[in-house]
């Protein structure tokens, strides 16, 4: 089966040109302009952008957490993400304290394998490192192609490790040629703020984020960045929100450390005033929380300044019945947003056609950089001869609103209702097939496919 796609303007982190792609079974075989070529398909690009399948290298599917799960599965939210130009996920496999990360791994393939429409990889979460877990890495990296380990600095009794388990996972880690990922917080600090708020009756979604002030993510993102320096190895701080864990990063740059940096959509868009909402704020009770518009400078700054490297998501959706388990205390509220549908165009939107990005940036820190990061380039992540044929075309004048009403997610409302966007989806390619055409899904359910992934160097 052969698809040409004719005279589109391929975007890539670096080039922007218009031509023809073609694509021969799952890869693309050759791009040119007015290509030579006779294809089973055509599809004329004509007006439209062509670039890379987003990679969203963090999302929570079906996730077990806070005495319940994230409300897409990897069926809905794969899908979902499809709609909005992101075809391949990375998810996170949790240990459980005592158990091993083998036995974490099998219950996840359970509910991935042939359940997906999109492409999926796994992080590992290690919540006990241990002599048994010590060894599972290099089995994990070299056999089942999972080479990110990632780390809880806070959710203290629950995913939590403390630092002299950070310390040998580093050391073990670096030494099999994997990356340490971190959620950083000072999960005491938080702790300590958590109980003495709801001690003293404070106890609606304001105070989860007034109990998780920016000291307990700039401390943490200090003290992981020092530890990473003193071992080693290369690592990566997942869902960054503000100017002050930056200016870690910052700090690390004279060093040259290995080290790479994730925001989130949401921080780049949204901020803490939607606390003030009463009980409405739920909607957004994440961790980190939302935070100040100075802090949205910061990061749009650190991505043009290449200390910010990836957009993703932390998508982590629950239903509004589920958000209800924290009416009464905030500390009971599911942490999670969803965004695995709205990342890219609100990207597009919000950054390049507001021109705070250009469109070869959105192009790296959406789709590129995590593909490199992770170990998956050139095979995802860019539109050139060989890689997969993931590929989005993309109609860049279109407006829309963003609602529940019309998402895909499974979630029943959306922390954007009635946004306005620039730009969207027409069509979607998951190794060379049509998956989304003009919001209609055209593949079935298990067509998505695990992606081994390879040793990282550290380097981009
Ligand atoms: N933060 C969230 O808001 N949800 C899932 C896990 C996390 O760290
Ligand atoms: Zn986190
Ligand atoms: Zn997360």
Not at 23 to 39: N, Q, R
Not at 44 to 69: K, Q, S
Not at 133 to 149: A, N, P, Y
Not at 376 to 388: E, I, L, Y
Request: net charge negative.
């Amino acid at each position: 089966m052969s698809l040409l796609i004719k005279n589109g303007r391929v975007i890539t982190a670096t080039d922007d040109y218009v031509a023809d792609v073609f694509i021969v079974g799952e890869k693309i075989a050759a791009i040119g302009a007015g290509l030579p070529v006779k294809a089973d398909e055509e599809i004329d690009a004509t007006g439209m952008l062509i670039f890379p399948g987003g990679i969203d290298p963090h999302v929570h599917l079906e996730m077990p957490f806070m005495g319940t799960y994230s409300s897409d599965t990897h069926e809905t939210g794969t899908r979902a993400a499809l709609f909005g130009g992101t075809t391949t996920v990375i998810d996170f496999v949790l240990q459980t304290q005592g158990r091993s990360l083998h036995e974490a791994l099998g219950e996840w393939n359970k509910r991935a394998h042939n359940t997906t429409f999109g492409d999926y990889s796994f992080h590992m979460a290690v919540t006990d490192f241990n002599e048994t877990t010590r060894k599972e890495i290099k089995e994990m990296i070299e056999e089942e192609g999972i080479t990110s380990f990632k780390t809880f600095m806070a959710y203290k009794g629950a995913l939590m490790i403390d630092d002299r388990q950070m310390i040998g996972l580093m050391e073990e880690v670096k030494k099999q040629g994997g990356l340490v990922t971190v959620h950083a917080t000072n999960g005491d600090m938080i702790d300590y703020l958590v109980q003495k708020n709801r001690e003293e009756g404070n106890l609606s979604p304001l105070y989860h984020y007034l109990s998780q002030p920016e000291v307990t993510e700039a401390e943490a993102s200090e003290r992981f960045i020092d530890m990473l320096d003193y071992t080693g190895c290369p690592g990566y701080i997942v869902h960054m929100t503000c100017e002050g864990a930056l200016n870690a990063v910052r700090n690390a740059t004279k060093r040259n450390q290995h080290l790479f940096v994730e925001t989130c959509i949401q921080y780049l868009l949204l901020d803490a005033s939607l606390y003030e909402k009463n009980f409405e704020g739920a909607k957004w009770v994440m961790s980190p929380p939302l935070r100040e518009k100075k802090d949205q400078k910061a990061l749009w700054s650190g991505i043009n300044q290449g200390l910010v490297n990836v957009v993703a998501t932390d998508h982590c959706p629950f239903m509004w019945e589920q958000k209800k388990m924290g009416e009464k205390d905030f500390s009971k509220i599911p942490n999670g947003h969803p965004a695995i549908e709205n990342r890219m165009e609100l990207l597009y939107s919000e950054g390049v056609a507001a021109g705070k990005i250009t469109l070869n940036k959105f192009v790296e820190v959406a789709c590129t950089n995590p593909a490199k990061i992770f170990g998956m380039f050139p095979r995802k992540g860019t539109v050139a001869p060989g890689s997969d044929a993931d590929i989005v075309i993309f109609d860049p004048n279109k407006k829309h609103k963003l609602s529940a009403k019309t998402h895909h997610m499974n979630v029943d409302y959306s922390g954007y209702e009635g946004w306005e966007v620039t730009g969207k989806v027409k069509s979607v390619l998951l190794r060379g097939k049509v998956a989304v055409d003009n919001d209609e899904c055209k593949i079935e359910k298990g067509y998505g496919q695990f992606v081994k992934r390879e040793k990282v160097s550290g380097k981009i």
